[in-house]
Nanobody, 123 residues
Framework: QVQLAESGGGLVQAGGSLRLSCATS????????MGWFRQAPGKEREIVAA????????YYANSAKGRFTVSRDNTKNTVYLQMDSLKPEDTAVYYCAARLGLTSMKAAEYDSWGQGTQVTVSS
């Protein structure tokens, strides 16, 4: 059973940085795609970034390009989302998700989810 646990959220001023972590367990994730999603109040859950575990190939939403970096550490079975130059509009609950197979931008195509971590960016 796949288990995901996010950490690293918090309150930060605009222009600041945070690094989110997603600790994984329960499976060998070589054939998985790991995604970072976020959901702001009253909005739909949207993809931020994704990474193919075996290849390290990455995908970024337009809102994240140039500011966020997704990576994984095979030795720690952990996926990271480094967020720089944060903006108030980045405020949301951030979720880590996993799906078996190729990268997808659709939340409905991810099978396993963490509990989420709150990121709040003040202006």
């Amino acid at each position: 059973q796949v288990q995901l646990a996010e950490s690293g959220g918090g309150l930060v001023q605009a222009g600041g940085s945070l690094r989110l972590s997603c600790a994984t367990s329960g499976r060998t994730f070589n054939t998985y795609t790991m995604g970072w999603f976020r959901q702001a109040p009253g909005k739909e859950r949207e993809i931020v970034a994704a990474i193919r575990w075996i290849s390290g190939m990455t995908y970024y939403a337009n809102s994240a390009k140039g500011r966020f970096t997704v990576s994984r550490d095979n030795t720690k079975n952990t996926v990271y989302l480094q967020m720089d130059s944060l903006k108030p509009e980045d405020t949301a609950v951030y979720y880590c998700a996993a799906r078996l197979g190729l990268t997808s931008m659709k939340a409905a195509e991810y099978d396993s989810w963490g509990q989420g971590t709150q990121v709040t960016v003040s202006s």
